[in-house]
């Protein structure tokens, strides 16, 4: 089946010890995105790629940063991990213009940060 | 800033009742509109997606409507089981040139008891 996989389901790593987040999908979309979810609040935003163009949202800390080396992967990279990056991960794809944009998402990394 | 408001942020119902949960949003100018259920420390699974150029979806006992005009948004679950307890999103859709982003209200944790 396609699908979005994201690897690992769950991290812990040390305060300041940088962590790279996969993702990688077998859908052939265009778009991949990334979310951040704290405990008990809506995901939000982080940046998401269209095709190779990186697009970065206005409030995400300089902490964080995203690679893509192909169509099918998409990595999130936290440099420098506080106690406040622990949350959730979420990844997902879209195809533009293509199932009324629908976003498809991974079941999540859970980041804990020690 | 679009905005997406969830009402009520929490509802216990004995099995069996139908309810409703509400969304709300600020901004009209939205593409489409997608209704989430997330179980505890679980990514996300899409229950409804409802494109731009619809007002309904249907799948099983679920049934979500959408009036962009009033910017309005409400998740009908028929005949309420134990296994729809749960956390459930909303997300708005908003076209951008860099493909689509969602922006998510903050839940309803719903409680169904025996």
């Known amino acids: 089946d396609a699908m979005v996989i994201q690897n690992p389901r769950y991290q812990v790593t040390q305060f300041g010890k940088p962590v790279t987040l996969s993702c990688s999908q077998t859908l052939n979309h265009n778009v991949m995105y990334w979310y951040q979810q704290k405990s008990s609040q809506a995901p939000k935003l982080l940046f998401h790629y269209y095709d190779k163009d990186f697009n970065n949202e206005a409030d995400t800390p300089d902490n964080f940063q995203s690679r893509r080396p192909n169509t099918s992967f998409c990595f999130l990279d936290i440099r420098s991990p506080g106690l406040g990056d622990a949350a959730m991960y979420l990844c997902?794809?879209?195809?533009?213009?293509?199932?009324?944009?629908?976003?498809?998402f991974g079941p999540g990394t859970r980041l804990t940060v020690l | 800033k679009q905005e997406v408001t969830q009402i009520p942020a929490a509802l216990s119902v004995p099995e069996g009742e139908n309810l409703v949960l509400n969304c709300s949003f600020t901004?009209?100018?939205?593409?489409?509109l997608q209704w989430f259920r997330q179980d505890p420390g679980k990514g996300l699974t899409s229950l409804l997606l409802?494109?731009?150029?619809?007002r309904e979806q249907t799948s099983g006992r679920l049934n979500a409507s959408l009036d962009k005009s009033s910017g309005r948004s409400t998740l009908y679950i028929a005949a309420s089981q134990p296994g729809d307890s749960a956390t459930y999103l909303c997300?708005?859709?908003?076209?951008?040139?860099?493909?689509?982003?969602?922006?998510f209200g903050t839940g309803t944790q719903l409680k169904v008891e025996l």
């Open positions: 997300a708005v859709y908003i076209l951008t040139g860099g493909g689509n982003k969602l922006t």
């Open positions: 997902a794809t879209s195809r533009v213009r293509q199932s009324g944009n629908e976003q498809f």
């Open positions: 409802i494109q731009s150029s619809q």
């Open positions: 901004d009209s100018a939205i593409y489409n």
